[in-house]
Each structure stands twice: as structure tokens, then as C-alpha cells.
């Protein structure tokens, strides 16, 4: 089967660093997003990740590594509105995104 | 401004009732996706089309029904026969399907069983 492991919750203070892993197994790969989802909101496009390293975009970063089928998102300087689930979706060789549960991001003052 | 609509926000209904979801785009993407989102769980696609006129179930389809009439348009009927509707239920849009393209989402539909 096809599946995504990311924690179900972390906590973190606020202008700390975080960092929320994701490990998958997919039939092939053609890509790795994260998505940030306020509650009861929408989920937003966060990175994108093909090829392996790091992604670099403000606050936040992503990287990538295929032969551990492993990626993590980085969050600097934490701020309070950063408190939200973050969602590791992986693009298969159908070209089907598959989904994680998301983790559940807590910032402490 | 470009985006992706849902109607309603917050929808109830009775047992035994059909009820339609309504999404519209603007964004001219060829393709769009109905999923689910239950706690705890991550999303569960249950229709998505690639172009007007055609469909393809999911990993739920049952219960659910689509029609892609318009480009714009991919509205989601959850039906009678679905046992346990409630849910959060999302649509998107990408450019096309077949590549590795960003999904652009509306803002949810909240639909409970009363």
C-alpha cells in the first residue's frame, strides 16, 4: 500500500524553530508538497520538493530526500499564526497526490 | 480576483436526503477534485475530473455523485446511500491533471446529519 507517517502533534514556543518530519512510501514519485490548514479552513500551498535538498522560502523551508523517502519542513522565528496543521501530500508515478493525516502545530506563547 | 468557490460553508441535513455541493472556479484549471477530510485522517479523494464531461472515482465514491458540465463547475452530490456523510469536504483545482501541480482549494464545505 501506499502511505505518509507525519505526527499527529507538536508544540513549540513562539520565535522558536520547529521542525515536522515526513516519511512515505509511494508507488514511485514525482514530487512532494506541504500544505499549511487553518482550522476549519483551506488548505495553502506551502513548497514544493522534486529533487533532493533544501527549499529555502522565508520563514520556512523543505527538504528532500528520495532514496529515504523522507522530507521535513523547517519553521523559523515561530509566530503565534503559525499555529495550524501542516499537510505532506507526495505526487505517486500516477501522478496521484496521497495524502498525510497532518501534524497539529501548538505555539506557546 | 482568481480563486475557487465553495457554497455553502455550513450545510445540514436530514437522513434520507440528497444534498448538492456547489464549487466554481475562475482560475481556468483543467482539473478538479472533490475530497474529504475527517479528523485525524488525511484527505480522501472521492471524484475528480480532468476535463468537461469526464470523471473518475476515487478512493470513496460511494454515496457521492459529480457532473462537469462546465469547465467552471464540479458540484458534489452526497446522496442517501452515503452511511456517515458528515464531514469536511474540500474541493480543488490544478492546471492540469497528469503533472505535479499545485492544488488550489476552496474554503470547505461543513456538512452534518441532523
Known amino acids: 500500500g501506499q502511505n505518509i507517517d507525519q505526527p499527529t502533534e507538536m508544540t513549540a514556543t513562539e520565535g522558536a524553530i520547529v521542525q515536522i518530519n515526513c516519511t512515505y512510501q509511494t508507488s514511485g514519485f514525482n514530487g512532494l508538497f506541504w500544505y499549511q490548514q487553518h482550522a476549519g479552513e483551506a488548505p495553502t500551498f506551502l513548497s514544493y520538493?522534486?529533487l533532493d535538498g533544501l527549499e529555502e522560502k522565508g520563514r520556512f523551508s523543505s527538504f528532500l530526500s528520495r532514496s529515504k523517502g523522507y522530507s521535513y519542513l523547517l519553521l523559523k522565528e515561530l509566530q503565534m499564526k503559525d499555529s495550524a496543521s501542516y499537510l505532506c501530500?507526495?505526487?505517486?508515478?500516477?501522478?496521484?497526490?496521497?495524502w498525510g493525516a497532518g501534524t497539529k502545530l501548538i505555539i506557546k506563547p | 480576483d482568481g480563486g475557487i468557490t465553495q457554497s455553502p460553508k455550513y450545510l445540514f441535513r436530514k437522513e434520507g436526503q440528497n444534498v448538492t455541493l456547489s464549487c466554481e472556479q475562475n482560475l481556468n484549471h483543467d482539473a478538479m477534485y472533490w475530497y474529504r477530510q475527517d479528523p485525524g485522517q488525511g484527505l480522501r479523494l472521492i471524484y475528480y475530473?480532468?476535463?468537461?464531461?469526464?470523471?473518475q472515482k476515487g478512493d470513496i465514491a460511494e454515496g457521492y455523485s459529480v457532473s462537469r458540465e462546465k469547465k467552471e463547475s464540479f458540484p458534489l452530490t452526497v446522496t442517501s446511500a452515503q452511511k456517515n456523510p458528515t464531514a469536511f469536504y474540500l474541493c480543488?483545482?490544478?492546471?492540469?491533471?497528469?503533472?505535479?501541480?499545485?492544488?488550489?482549494f476552496g474554503q470547505g464545505t461543513r456538512l452534518t446529519v441532523v
Open positions: 501530500a507526495v505526487t505517486n508515478s500516477n501522478y496521484q497526490l496521497i
Open positions: 480543488a483545482s490544478s492546471i492540469v491533471a497528469g503533472a505535479a501541480t499545485e492544488a488550489f
Open positions: 520538493n522534486v
Open positions: 475530473s480532468q476535463i468537461v464531461n469526464d470523471f
